[in-house]
């Protein structure tokens, strides 16, 4: 099993943060499937004002490559994406057109 940590912002907007939240207590069956089909074993998503910190425990044959090659072909997923979008925004570190910001680990016990 391999764990991969990721960061994202959301709006700085308490409206918009606690509409996203609220999304996040009823995930549509359809993305739940579809992360799970991609070897993702379990997710945690933190927030601390608001930055998002999300936590990915992945089997072997988990690839963001493949992950992302099922999202852009599952039009559920890309509805759910675009959703989601209206409240997040990328980290100022984020690469052009990327939004969720894999980090790096750099202390462990």
Not at 3 to 32: G, K, T
Not at 41 to 69: H, Q, T
């Amino acid at each position: 099993m391999k764990r991969y940590c990721l960061a994202l912002d959301l709006v700085a907007d308490p409206e918009l943060i606690a509409a996203y939240e609220q999304h996040h207590q009823q995930v549509w069956p359809e993305i739940l499937q579809s992360i799970k089909e991609a070897g993702i074993v379990s997710m945690e998503i933190y927030r601390a004002g608001n930055r998002l910190f999300m936590i990915m425990e992945v089997s072997e044959a988990f690839s963001f490559e493949a992950k992302a090659a099922a999202d852009a072909a599952n039009p559920k997923v890309q509805e759910w994406e675009a959703l989601m979008w209206r409240y997040q925004q990328a980290i100022p570190s984020a690469a052009p057109g990327e939004k969720w910001v894999l980090m790096d680990r750099i202390f462990a016990l």
